[in-house]
C-alpha cells in the first residue's frame, strides 16, 4: 500500500529506465524502486548470444574513448553483427531448435518395423531431392534481396532489440544491476550485505532506504564486485 512521492524517468540506453521513491501509507518508510525493460527467457537467450558474439568480435581498448564514442561503437557493433549473423529477434529459432530435440528424443525410444524404416528412408530421399530443387530456386534470386531483407526489422523485432540492448549497454558500459543507482545523483551511499539481500542506500533527501535490487547469487555477486 504505497504511493509514488517521486519519479525520475530517462536511464540507461534510449531512457528505457526509471527509478521512483515510494512511500508505505502506514509505516511513512521510503522504498526506492527501479523499472527496467523485462525480458523473456528467449530475448535473455538472444542476449546472451549477442554478448558472446560481441566479446569475441569486438577486441578493441576503449580506454581512451569518450562516453559518446563507446556507445557509438556498441551500437554500431552489435547492429553489424546483429546482421552478419542474421538473429532472429523473435526467438523463431531458439523455439525450433528445443522442438527438434523433443522429436529427436522421441524417435529414438519409438520402435518401427521394417517396412516404416524403408518407406521413412524413401521419404527422406525425396525431401532431399525436392529441397535441393527449392534452394537452386532460391539461390537464383537470393543475391538480390538477401541484404535488404537482412537490414529490415519488423516493429515488434525492434521493440525486442530495444530491450535487448538496453541490458547490453547497462552490463558493457553500465554499473550491470546498479547502473541506475550510481547514475541518480541524489545517492550518496551504497551498501550491499550478500546475495538475495536488497541492496541498500542512502539519499540526500529521504535518508537510509531499501531498493528493488539485489544480486541472486553469490557468483554474480563476486563477478560484479
Not at 524517468?9 to 526506492?32: C, M, V
Not at 556498441?74 to 529477434?89: A, P, R, Y
Not at 537470393?142 to 537482412?150: P, Q
Amino acid at each position: 500500500n504505497c504511493e509514488i512521492i517521486e519519479e525520475k524517468k530517462g536511464f540507461g540506453y534510449n531512457g528505457l529506465a526509471t527509478r521512483r521513491i515510494l512511500q508505505d501509507k502506514n509505516s511513512k518508510e521510503y522504498f526506492y524502486e527501479i523499472i527496467e525493460p523485462i525480458l523473456t527467457e528467449v530475448e535473455k537467450e538472444i542476449k546472451t548470444e549477442l554478448a558472446h558474439l560481441f566479446k569475441m568480435l569486438a577486441k578493441v581498448n576503449v580506454n581512451n574513448m569518450t562516453e559518446e564514442e563507446k556507445n557509438t561503437f556498441l551500437k554500431q557493433t552489435l547492429d553489424q553483427i546483429i546482421k552478419d549473423n542474421d538473429i532472429d529477434f523473435t526467438g523463431r529459432k531458439i523455439i525450433k531448435k528445443e522442438e527438434d530435440k523433443t522429436k529427436a528424443k522421441k524417435s529414438l525410444f519409438s520402435k518401427k518395423t521394417p517396412e516404416e524404416i524403408q518407406k521413412q528412408k524413401l521419404l527422406k530421399k525425396q525431401e532431399k531431392i525436392s529441397k535441393l530443387e527449392v534452394k537452386k530456386k532460391k539461390l537464383q534470386t537470393i543475391s538480390k534481396t538477401s541484404k535488404k531483407n537482412k537490414q529490415e526489422l519488423s516493429e515488434e523485432e525492434k521493440k525486442i532489440r530495444e530491450k535487448i540492448y538496453y541490458h547490453l549497454f547497462r552490463d558493457f558500459l553500465g554499473y550491470n544491476k546498479i547502473d541506475v543507482i550510481m547514475k541518480d545523483e541524489g545517492i550518496e551511499d551504497i551498501s550491499c550485505d550478500g546475495p538475495q539481500i536488497p541492496i541498500f542506500i542512502y539519499h540526500k533527501k529521504y535518508d537510509a532506504i531499501t531498493t528493488n535490487i539485489k544480486f541472486d547469487n553469490e557468483i554474480e555477486l563476486n563477478s560484479f564486485v
